[in-house]
């Protein structure tokens, strides 16, 4: 089952939007996607409550936000996407991107976030290069 993690370090950097784009092209085709917003605002969760009701349903998963470690996406899913918050770092930053199949950072271009960027993506070949039997990371989305 693909498991595609949206994570930055910077808050406001598209993660929810890019999400949500991704979960709906993924319903869009027919799977039976799971969209989990591991981010205290839920900005993901309150898209997913105004979907209309005519379109592929998308789940979610019934967790507190600080506890997505311990979610399991719903019987059927065939599909993950899980936003991140920003200041992912540490321990969870490990946990959540070593479930992912895919790791795409949403990126700006002002230099100030482009350091920040940086920094997570370094910090993510790092990870990448610790464990070996993930397989399919890459790719970022600028905005």
Same mark, same amino acid.
Request: aromatic share 4%.
């Given at each position: 089952m693909p498991v595609i993690v949206i994570?930055?370090?910077k808050g406001g950097a598209g993660k929810s #939007?890019? =999400? #949500?784009?991704?979960a709906g092209f993924f319903a869009s085709q027919g799977h039976a996607v799971m969209l989990g917003d591991a981010d205290v605002q839920q =900005? =993901?969760?309150?898209?997913? =409550?105004?979907?209309p009701d005519n379109v592929t349903r998308i789940t979610t998963w019934e967790l507190?936000?600080?506890l997505v470690l311990t979610? @399991?996406?719903p @019987?059927? #899913?065939t599909h993950v996407v899980i936003d991140t918050p920003g200041g992912l770092d540490g321990w969870r930053f490990k946990e959540v991107l070593g479930?992912?199949?895919k790791n795409h950072g949403a990126h700006h271009a002002q230099h100030f976030r482009h350091v920040c960027s940086t920094k997570f993506s370094n910090q993510t070949a790092r990870n990448h290069t610790q464990q070996p039997h993930q397989s399919g990371r890459g790719g970022y989305a600028g905005r």
């Open positions: 994570a930055n370090p #939007t890019l =999400s #949500t784009n991704v =900005s =993901s969760r309150l898209w997913l =409550s105004l979907r507190q936000a600080d979610a @399991k996406p @019987k059927g #899913t479930r992912a199949e």
